[in-house]
């Protein structure tokens, strides 16, 4: 065997070592308290764009007798004072979902 054939031969089975490596698992941290899920079109867009600053735990915090203006104040305050990315058009979804899972209008 020459040299050329023994690092052929090295690399190859590097290469068949590495694949037949045990598949990686990443465990992450718990990332906190997630958005309860629901079946309103507006959990997804919560989710997109609720949880990007800060968890769903600052949803738990806030008083389940809460109206339906007063999730709406709190929807456009994250857009107005913090620049949250929320689309205008999704902004009744969203309110809609806060309310409906965390304010004065969830199911008894
Ligand atoms: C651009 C980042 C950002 C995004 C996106 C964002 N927030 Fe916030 N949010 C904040 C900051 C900053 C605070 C204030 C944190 C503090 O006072 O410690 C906050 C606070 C809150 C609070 C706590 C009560 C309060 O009024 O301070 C709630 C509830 C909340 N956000 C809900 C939402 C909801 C619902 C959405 C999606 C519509 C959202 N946030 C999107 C940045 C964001």
């Not at 052929?8 to 590495?18: E, G, V, Y």
């Not at 507006?42 to 007798?65: F, R, T, W």
């Not at 409906?100 to 199911?107: A, I, L, R, S, V």
């Amino acid at each position: 065997m020459n040299s050329k054939t023994f690092v052929a031969l090295a690399l190859a089975l590097a290469a068949t070592s590495a694949i037949h490596a045990a598949p990686k698992t990443i465990v992450l941290p718990p990332d906190g308290v997630q958005l309860k899920p629901s079946s309103l079109p507006g959990y997804a867009k919560a989710q997109a764009q609720c949880v990007a600053c800060h968890s769903a735990e600052y949803m738990l915090y806030q008083p389940p007798s809460a109206p339906r203006p007063y999730w709406d104040a709190m929807v456009k305050r994250m857009k107005t004072v913090f620049n949250a990315p929320i689309e205008d058009a999704d902004m009744p979804l969203i309110v809609d979902y806060l309310v409906k899972t965390y304010g004065n209008e969830q199911p008894k």
